[in-house]
């Protein structure tokens, strides 16, 4: 089955302190999509990226870096000198098989709250 | 190029009333997809659709609950004899026909249902 799952439920750092945000997923596709979404207090939902599972480089943009790594099944994310606008929901997302759906459809995990404080 | 758009933002209903959340896809998509997030959880897809066809409806509930996406204009998800379990934001999101970008999907800002 698929699953996600965002192991903290909520983690608090002061400004300026990195921070990981931990996510591992199960799936039994071969091909799939890797999502990370952040939600604001005024709730909307904000695409940060998406990652092709045949694409194991990490990325990095700006103070964002994700580490994806097949074997251990987890794609982590990491916001470097921290700040209080990123205080936020974090969720991260995989793709249900490819084969029935366009991509759309997703299996979120639970969510990390993130609060950065001054 | 316009993104997804939802509305209403916020809709408040009583009981026992319908509500009707519309979503209208990008430009040039041609698939929707519904997703609720109840309070303090993370977001649970309800139902996938082309125009004119319900391709999977596994996450919705079995009554009350219905979505179209007409040949022309938005997708409507509509719930009726509203509930206060009901309570929740409901996402859209849209992705692009071309099997080249599969895996694309955008989000609306949602629609905050509040039932009193």
């Known amino acids: 089955a698929q699953k996600v799952t965002q192991a903290q439920t909520e983690i608090s750092v002061v400004e300026k302190e990195d921070v990981t945000l931990d996510c591992v997923y199960e799936?039994?596709?071969?091909?799939?999509?890797l999502f990370w979404y952040k939600q604001p207090p005024s709730g909307e939902l904000v695409f940060l990226i998406r990652r092709n599972s045949f694409d194991e480089q990490n990325e990095i943009s700006g103070r964002y870096s994700w580490n994806f790594q097949k074997s251990t099944s987890s794609f982590n994310f990491t916001i470097t000198a921290s700040q209080v606008v990123d205080s936020a929901v974090y969720f991260c997302?995989?793709?249900?098989?490819?084969?029935?759906?366009?991509?759309?459809?997703?299996?979120f995990g639970q969510g990390t709250e993130l609060s950065v404080k001054p | 190029n316009a993104g997804v758009m939802q509305n209403p933002r916020h809709l408040v209903r009583r009981r026992g009333q319908e509500a009707r959340l519309r979503c209208s896809p990008m430009k040039g998509h041609s698939h929707v997809y519904w997703y609720r997030q109840l309070p303090e959880e993370g977001l649970k897809f309800m139902v996938y659709l082309q125009k004119e066809n319900i391709i999977d409806e596994s996450g919705m509930p079995k009554e009350r609950f219905s979505a179209e996406f007409p040949k022309e204009g938005p997708s409507i998800l509509r719930i009726q004899q509203v509930v206060r379990g009901d309570s929740a934001a409901y996402f859209c999101?849209?992705?692009?026909?071309?099997?080249?970008?599969?895996?694309?999907?955008?989000f609306g800002q949602g629609t905050r249902l509040t039932v009193v």
């Open positions: 999101a849209s992705s692009p026909p071309e099997n080249s970008r599969i895996g694309e999907a955008f």
């Open positions: 799936t039994r596709d071969t091909t799939y999509y």
């Open positions: 997302a995989l793709s249900d098989p490819l084969i029935y759906n366009q991509g759309g459809k997703l299996i």
